[in-house]
């Protein structure tokens, strides 16, 4: 067995290994763009690779052999379905499925974390995920599922689908057919595919063309033919997709014309090319033949400075816009070609721009401090510290002294201070904005779902607690929120605890529960006597018959609110525990039950009665509770009956056993 291992573990490790995949589609990099409704056909499967994978099944030495990737996005939440179907069904595909969103693709070479789904059963044959219950992590070895549980994907998420072709024994280079069938989830684009913008070069003989999305490299006439230009001053005679060398699909496409287009307004029209289609998005939709985007051939001349976005507040930089490119390279990187004049001092300390391939259309200007006073200011254009304004791709200069104005109004404070009006039953609480530095707009968030507009609320609030309250405002350019917590802590509540049973000439602690600040007590023991301690002591003397007293506790706050409760107490004759000698169950409502009596300070209680058999006829440990003379519901004759008592005395923690007699009487 041991040499049946070496001798896989040395074909494995041969196996592609030292191959670099230089195909593209064979790269995470490069990943073929798939759409749920097509059938993709790979009908070679070149052998590279060998790079090993962080997966789940990673101890069984995973990597992807002979790979292509796949990648998509999904457009609406829902399970995955797939085939891979061989070509040769005697040979062995493997598969991983990773969410690779907000990551590198080639991160699924070092995290682990990033697989959502895998098949890499020795078994050879048809494979891909299916409705089963087999996991969705099948790892290597024979006798091993094929099929996996369909994953759930997520709409907006970005995944990797990996094909990998393991088979050390036959080299074999067949393809096969990825089919996506079966599962809930969305994947295929629903945004058909359009034009974007066009722009023409500095010499007018090429235009930039931006689609709305993502299209096949493969769909572009290399002779231009898919476009052509309205009104025709130039024919279109070659055409060629950015990055296409390295990917199978693209968002920019470069067409050059016959001859450079003279000065006006143009059409960039679509047109069936001579390859057959216009451009085709990943399920094959072709880029409509009545599609077409307007732009404009100026004449030679320096780009004006054009715009400035919308200046926010407090801001630091400022950014221009501009309807040409710009060259990057002639931009002073310590601002030196802008100055900022205005209502108060400020310096430009950098500029730069939003660079692609040495060109932008905006330059960002960094201030050497915010701008958080109100005022009027302008920035210039001016000769920088590189001898030069700034250049257009067209290396035409713009002229120095050109400006664009700006307003800048004051940075603005949510702070709030308040007042509080406490009440027994509500609190008001008063609030206050000053209003300073032009704020028109108040958005006040005061807890309880009460909210305000105005510069000045007032709140009332009937549950006394903290309360978090915010406030948003607004000078129609500036805004801030403050966040503060008002505490209302003129909750009161009166409670106490005390025990229910109680002995005469005893002292009986009465225990304040109550909840409030700055309160004063009062006691009304049931009695005649009253106390105004927190937790006062009180004793009761001894009546002629138990007495049930209601006992009444009053506290009061610092603004004179009150809460009141009442318990009722009992105080027995005597805490002398006996056993009566003789009880009547005639239900006339005296002495129709046998008792411990007076078992107030009896702990651990049980009382037994037997009959004249030794046999328990009754059980209990609520001292309350009696026997009413039946045993299973049968009325039990008169006669003497036994019993027991054991019990711990509360105060003395000594225990008795006490043993007697009771005549049943009827």
Same mark, same amino acid.
């Given at each position: ?33 798939? =759409? ?67 990551? %590198? ?42 099929? !996996? ?21 036959? %080299? ?9 069938? @079966?599962?809930?989830? &969305? ?65 920019? *496409?470069?067409?050059?014309?016959? #001859? ?22 990943? =399920? ?83 201030? %050497? ?24 791709? =067209? ?12 307003? *800048? ?14 009440? =027994?039953?509500?609190?008001?609480? +008063? ?28 709140? !009332? ?40 049973? %109680?002995?005469?000439? $005893? ?26 301690? #927190? ?53 006339? @409502? ?19 009665? +037997?009959?004249?058999?030794? #046999?328990?006829? +009754? ?17 039990? $004759?008169?006669?003497? +009956? &036994? ?24």
């Amino acid at each position: 067995m041991k040499t049946v291992v070496l001798v896989l573990l040395l074909l494995i490790s041969l196996y592609g290994a030292g191959q670099t995949c230089t195909n593209i589609g064979q790269n995470p990099s490069t990943a073929f763009p798939v =759409c749920g409704t097509s059938i993709f056909k790979q009908t070679s499967v070149p052998l590279c690779g060998n790079h090993a994978l962080p997966s789940p099944c990673k101890r069984d030495g995973v990597t992807d052999t002979n790979p292509f990737w796949y990648k998509f996005t999904c457009f609406q939440d829902g399970t995955l379905g797939f085939l891979i179907t061989p070509n040769n069904l005697g040979d062995d595909y493997d598969w991983e499925l990773y969410d690779i969103t907000g990551h %590198n693709p080639n991160e699924v070479f070092v995290d682990g974390n990033l697989p959502i789904a895998c098949n890499w059963s020795g078994e050879k044959g048809l494979t891909g995920t299916s409705t089963g219950t087999n996991g969705f992590f099948v790892c290597g070895g024979y006798g091993k599922p094929l099929f !996996s549980n369909m994953p759930f994907l997520k709409a907006g998420h970005n995944y990797l689908l990996l094909v990998s072709h393991f088979d050390p024994f036959t %080299n074999s280079t067949e393809g096969y057919t990825l089919e996506f069938k @079966g599962g809930s989830a &969305v994947i295929t684009d629903p945004t058909p595919p359009a034009l974007k913008s066009a722009n023409v070069n500095c010499g007018a003989d090429k235009i930039a063309i931006k689609l709305n999305k993502r299209m096949l490299c493969s769909s572009i006439a290399a002779d231009g033919s898919d476009f052509y230009i309205d009104p025709i001053k130039a024919n279109s005679i070659a055409g060629s997709g950015i990055a296409c060398s390295a990917k199978f699909d693209t968002d920019s *496409i470069e067409i050059t014309l016959s #001859q450079p287009l003279p000065p006006g307004d143009y059409t960039l029209k679509v047109k069936v090319g001579t390859d057959g289609n216009t451009i085709l998005d990943f =399920c094959g939709n072709g880029i409509p033949i009545t599609d077409q985007v307007p732009f404009t051939v100026l004449p030679s001349a320096p780009v004006p400075m054009d715009s400035l976005s919308a200046v926010s507040c407090a801001p630091q930089q400022l950014t221009l816009v501009f309807k040409k490119n710009i060259s990057c390279k002639s931009i002073a990187a310590d601002g030196s070609d802008f100055l900022v004049t205005g209502s108060y001092p400020v310096n430009v300390t950098a500029a730069a721009g939003n660079c692609t391939e040495n060109y932008t259309r905006e330059i960002i200007v960094t201030l %050497n401090k915010p701008l958080q006073q109100k005022g009027d200011f302008k920035i210039q254009l001016k000769r920088g510290t590189d001898g030069n304004t700034i250049l257009d791709e =067209c290396s035409e200069e713009t002229p120095a002294g050109a400006s664009l104005p700006f307003t *800048i109004k004051d940075t603005v404070s949510a702070d709030f201070t308040y007042d509080r009006q406490y009440g =027994c039953s509500k609190d008001l609480v +008063y609030y206050r904005h000053p209003g300073s530095n032009e704020v028109n707009s108040w958005k006040w968030n005061l807890d309880e779902s009460l909210s305000s507009s105005q510069q000045n609320p007032t709140a !009332s609030y009937s549950i006394f607690s903290s309360k978090q309250v915010s406030l948003t405002v607004s000078n129609g350019f500036c805004n801030d929120t403050a966040t503060e917590t008002v505490v209302l802590d003129n909750f009161i509540k009166a409670g106490f605890s005390v025990p229910e049973d %109680n002995c005469p000439l $005893e002292p009986i602690t009465f225990n304040s529960e109550s909840v409030g600040n700055s309160l004063t007590h009062f006691w009304n023991f049931g009695d005649g006597n009253s106390s105004a301690e #927190q937790s006062p002591v009180h004793t009761y003397q001894r009546f002629n018959n138990t007495r049930e007293l209601r006992v009444q506790y009053t506290i009061t706050d610092s603004i004179g609110c009150t809460s009141t409760i009442e318990k009722n107490i009992k105080i027995y004759v005597s805490c002398f525990i006996d056993v009566p000698s003789a009880f009547t169950p005639n239900g006339d @409502g005296k002495n129709d039950v046998l008792y411990p009596l007076n078992a107030v300070k009896a702990e651990n209680l049980l009382f037994n009665v +037997y009959n004249r058999w030794g #046999q328990l006829v +009754y059980s209990t440990r609520d001292w309350k509770k009696g026997w009413d003379g039946q045993f299973n519901s049968v009325l039990q $004759e008169s006669g003497l +009956y &036994v019993w027991t008592l054991n019990y711990t005395d509360r105060d003395s923690k000594k225990q008795f056993s006490l043993k007697g007699k009771t005549m049943l009487l009827r």
